[in-house]
């Protein structure tokens, strides 16, 4: 009866660890069906709109939705002026206004300008690019800021924080949002024109 009763516990750990990993992918699954949706629906509006602060207005909106993030900021990157102007906010009740500026000098993102590279930090304490206190403001000590280009030129820097999940931003939410910010990429070319022909009329 015990060697019937232990084999019997071991079943039921065993089927009970099975139904968890199930869980588990079906979650996965279910995640990665909303970022294909996600990505649909953005490229949908991108398509429609020659306004370079709605495109990555609706990118934002969908890039914090599938990472999770609660806050967000958009930066449009002024280079003969070493600034960026501040384009959309989200998620801070005193957070920065629209039309702003920021000198990038001085600014954690000017590393994504540089480097034309995502900057994913999972520590700002500790990691050796940064190395300051967190703003309890944000969240976690972890953000992802996203470098958009146009034709090999950073144009825009798309940053996250203070996921839903108290988790830290990972090379997941890197890839995923590489390729929203790739799907429009097009999109925000045309825009770009559009602008500059608007301009010089």
């Known amino acids: 009866m015990q ?15 099975l139904i968890e990993k199930f869980r588990d ?26 306004d370079i602060d709605d495109i990555l207005n609706s990118l934002m909106e969908k890039a914090m939705a599938v990472t999770k993030a609660q806050i967000g900021s958009l930066y449009m990157v002024e280079s003969e002026k070493k600034r960026f102007r501040v384009i959309a906010s989200r998620g801070l009740k ?46 976690p000590p972890s953000f992802l800021s996203m470098p958009i280009l146009v034709r090999d030129d ?7 924080s203070h996921k839903e999940t108290k988790q830290v931003f990972d090379s997941k939410d890197e ?13 925000l070319e045309n825009a770009q024109l559009h602008s500059q022909a608007v301009e010089h009329t």
């Not at 060697?3 to 065993?14: F, G, M, P, R």
């Not at 950073?154 to 996250?160: P, Q, R």
């Open 94 to 139: 005193t957070g920065l206004k629209k039309d702003s500026y920021i000198n990038i000098n001085e600014s954690l993102e000017q590393f994504v300008v540089s480097d034309k590279k995502p900057l994913l930090v999972q520590n700002i304490e500790t990691d050796s690019r940064t190395k300051k206190p967190n703003d309890p403001k944000y969240g």
């Open 175 to 187: 890839h995923i949002l590489s390729i929203m910010i790739g799907e429009i990429g097009f999109a």
């Open 154 to 160: 950073v144009i825009a820097v798309l940053n996250l």
């Open 25 to 50: 992918t079906n979650r996965e699954l279910q995640h990665r069906v909303f970022e294909l949706f996600a990505i649909k629906e953005l490229t949908e509006i991108a398509s429609k709109s020659l």
């Open 3 to 17: 060697k019937d009763t232990a084999e019997l516990h071991e079943i039921t750990v065993s089927f009970n660890n």
